[in-house]
């Protein structure tokens, strides 16, 4: 007997609105996008990467900007701290050192609308931040545009879009994403003058004086799609809940990830 052919994978492009939308907002919203099932897994895999990250971990911390770095150049990774406390508020990237986090990141549901997005048939994994805002401890992430962080270990940092997948459900009571409508039609932003030069990548506030942001409320399992230049912050968790992202950033296929350039820096004699 024949076998039966086999059924032909669903689609997760953009639609025509969709596009739309992004053209014109900058960002775009889909909503249960994977399952709790799904999230649990997801979850898990996070909390086992951080604990493994920071157990034992006496590595010396820098202040840059408005964060606390410890970077791991064994392992590849940098760990974002809580300011001085133990509390960890992000790690990038992280595939490398997580398969079914890596697998994740190349989801039709996520690379899918990504073709769009950069206008490349393969999209490929530039880079992978885990954001995490605990209960009662998760801080500010400043105004800022992602392109001016990137552009200097990019081939070309306008080609690169973020998938961020909820792993919580998130509102303002718990430092939900708040986003600038539109920005992302001004290109790249004035920065910051003042601080250190990684502090510099901020968003200069007096730039977006009289602008309202607006918080991007979502549930667990939804999915958030944006560019390099949309205008964006989050406040910080004021509530008992956790609010846990992972954000998936890709480029056209055959480019260094932002791993590749991190160890290249790091392997340079000192």
């Not at 596009?19 to 996070?46: H, I, M, N, P, Y």
């Not at 990504?114 to 995490?132: A, S, Y």
């Not at 605990?134 to 306008?158: C, I, K, M, T």
Request: aromatic share 10%; charged share 25%; hydrophobic share 35%.
């Amino acid at each position: 007997m024949a076998s039966s052919p086999a059924s032909p994978q669903p689609s997760y492009r953009l639609l025509a609105e969709e596009q739309r939308a992004l053209a014109e907002d900058g960002f775009l919203l889909r909503t249960g996008v994977f399952a709790a099932g799904e999230l649990a897994s997801l979850c898990g895999a996070c909390e086992e990467l951080v604990a493994d990250l920071v157990k034992d971990r006496k590595a010396r911390r820098h202040q840059f900007g408005s964060y606390v770095f410890d970077h791991d150049g064994l392992r590849g990774v940098t760990i974002k701290w809580e300011g001085d406390s133990d509390v960890v508020h992000g790690i990038e990237p992280f595939a490398h050192l997580s398969p079914p986090l890596r697998a994740f990141g190349y989801d039709g549901r996520l690379v899918d609308p990504m073709r769009d997005l950069i206008g490349d048939p393969w999209p490929e994994l530039f880079t992978e931040k885990l954001n995490l805002k605990r209960p009662r401890h998760g801080g500010v992430n400043p105004l800022h545009q992602d392109f001016p962080y990137w552009e200097p270990v990019s081939a070309d940092a306008s080609r690169i879009a973020t998938a961020m997948l909820f792993l919580d459900d998130a509102s303002p009571v718990n430092g939900c994403l708040e986003v600038l409508p539109g920005s992302h039609r001004r290109g790249r932003w004035p920065t910051r003058t003042d601080g250190d030069p990684f502090k510099q990548h901020e968003m200069d506030p007096a730039a977006c004086e009289g602008f309202a942001m607006q918080p991007v409320e979502a549930r667990a399992g939804d999915v958030l799609f944006f560019g390099p230049f949309l205008v964006h912050q989050s406040a910080p968790n004021r509530s008992e809940r956790q609010r846990r992202a992972l954000l998936y950033s890709y480029q056209p296929a055959g480019r260094p990830s932002l791993l590749d350039e991190l160890r290249r820096t790091w392997s340079r004699p000192r």
